[in-house]
């Protein structure tokens, strides 16, 4: 069984293309989260946990409703996380969460995505993020391939950068940046109601037509990158750089 949580798509599309070589069920921890339920799921199978990367971690939100959210079956979990660039020492919190859980952790896979963070870092243009999609298969697939065997998947070599980002830096970066306050929508706004619909969290309600957020964000960029008229910012880093969501529904 497969679960995947994604913001833009990078790793909805990650979960689909290991369900494609796997045959799994695939679970959206989105669609779970918007209907504030945790679950409870039983697997004869490995589970699959796959996420972006925040801040060199699991997503906070996703930790929790795995936390939250009750596995009978089978123990062994794999863990896939997409990245602008790597994903740290996320495995050293990941397996704490498996200790917790009673998971066998089976490892982490570090696939290399499109950045879509533009709150705060440039993001690709689109030949760019087609390029970056191509080299991303192959890794997948062999991720899958390795799921599909139930073989562990290889360890990274840990840096002493690794262990300070996933570690200090983390939680020093969830609470000088992961906030709603930034948000604005220009007059470019058409009302479609897409923000709403897509936050994980529900945490954007129309006020007048126009998206209003309300404090509880994981910065997923769902809505910014979703935009079909382009009507949302975030402050000025987001003026100008490449909108990417490609999120099936």
Known sequence: MIFYFSGTGNSQLAAKRIAGITGDEL????????????GAFHSDKPLVFVA???????????????????????????????????????????????????????????????????????????????????????VIDAVGARIRSEEPLPEKRITPADRVESG?????????????????VTNACISCGKCAQRCPLNNITLHGGRPIWHGNCTHCMACIGGCPARAIEYGEKSKNRNRYYIAEK
């Open 27 to 38: 679970v959206s921890i989105n669609d779970m989260l918007r209907a504030n339920g945790s």
């Open 168 to 184: 200090p830096v983390n939680p020093l970066f969830y609470s000088l940046f992961v906030h709603d306050k930034k948000f604005t």
């Open 52 to 138: 972006p990367t925040y801040a060199w971690r699991i997503p906070r939100i996703v930790e929790k409703w795995i936390r939250d959210a009750r596995f009978d079956g089978n123990r062994d979990a794999y863990f896939v996380l997409t990245c602008g660039g790597n994903c740290g020492n996320a495995a050293k919190y990941i397996r704490e969460l498996c200790t917790a859980k009673g998971f066998r952790f089976r490892g982490l896979a570090e696939v290399v995505m499109p950045e879509n963070y533009l709150a705060m870092f440039p993001t690709p243009n689109a030949d760019e993020c087609r390029e970056i999609l191509r080299r991303a298969e192959p």
